[in-house]
């Protein structure tokens, strides 16, 4: 079990920067691998960035070089750095904490972000 809150999303021109926080509480953090979904309007969900245990990172095509993934095991909170947001970076985001060897899979209550001019 593991109870997730994102917050720090909001609206941001484009070419400005935002920095999403998601904190956990109820597990031990460090076992879990971390991720960051989007799902912009009328789209599907998509994976942004992930990070595992052991801090090895991984992007969607669209987002590298822009967005940084981080986690800090000892607050229990795994970060999303964006820069040089675009308009199509609008979408609601949502932290994931995943168990695989397990089976489990939880999902915070997501956080608006709005590229805008």
């Known amino acids: 079990q593991v109870q997730l809150v994102e917050s720090g999303g909001g609206l941001v021109q484009p070419g400005g920067s935002l920095r999403l926080s998601c904190a956990a509480s109820g597990s031990i953090f460090s076992v879990y691998y971390m991720g960051w979904y989007r799902q912009p309007p009328g789209k599907e969900r998509e994976l942004v960035a992930s990070?595992?245990?052991?801090?090895?990172?991984n992007y969607a095509d669209s987002v590298k070089g822009r967005f940084t993934i981080s986690r800090d095991n000892a607050k229990k909170t795994v970060y999303l750095q964006m820069n040089s947001l675009k308009p199509e970076d609008t979408a609601v985001y949502y932290c994931?904490?995943?168990?695989?060897?397990?089976?489990?899979?939880?999902w915070g209550q997501g956080t608006q972000v709005t590229v805008s001019s």
């Open positions: 990070i595992t245990s052991d801090a090895s990172t």
């Open positions: 994931n904490a995943q168990r695989v060897d397990r089976g489990w899979s939880f």
